[in-house]
């Protein structure tokens, strides 16, 4: 069965940096895009950064500039640098990725459990 898991998140000082990453495993034969999200507490989830599998990336306005996201999709791969975070940018971080299972005509799109990422002093 097709399944995301992100790993990298964690507690980091205002104006640090941190890295996640997002692993999409099964029965795959192609990948459309791979993105974040985050839900910080008490509010939506957000779109923060996604890119597609031409290589073309879109963010988030609060976050460009600061992140960077990146995929490997012949590895099922994704990443999202975050440097000069923010306190406004502690949330749950979730993996998001469209992709087409394997025998079928339909893509589905996937999220992962997510990660927590806390910035404060």
């Known amino acids: 069965q097709e399944q995301l898991v992100e790993s990298g998140g964690g507690l980091v000082q205002p104006g640090g940096s941190l890295s996640l990453s997002c692993v999409a495993s099964g029965s795959i034969s192609a990948i459309y895009f791979m993105g974040w999200y985050r839900q910080p507490p008490g509010q939506q989830r957000e779109l923060v950064a996604r890119?597609?599998?031409?290589?073309?990336?879109n963010y988030a306005d609060s976050v460009k500039g600061r992140f960077a996201v990146s995929a490997d999709f012949a590895k099922n791969t994704a990443s999202l640098q975050m440097d000069s975070l923010k306190p406004e940018d502690t949330a749950v971080y979730y993996c998001?990725?469209?992709?087409?299972?394997?025998?079928?005509?339909?893509?589905?799109?996937?999220w992962g459990k997510g990660t927590l990422v806390t910035v404060s002093s």
């Open positions: 890119i597609m599998s031409g290589g073309i990336a």
């Open positions: 998001n990725v469209l992709l087409m299972r394997a025998g079928y005509l339909i893509p589905r799109e996937y």
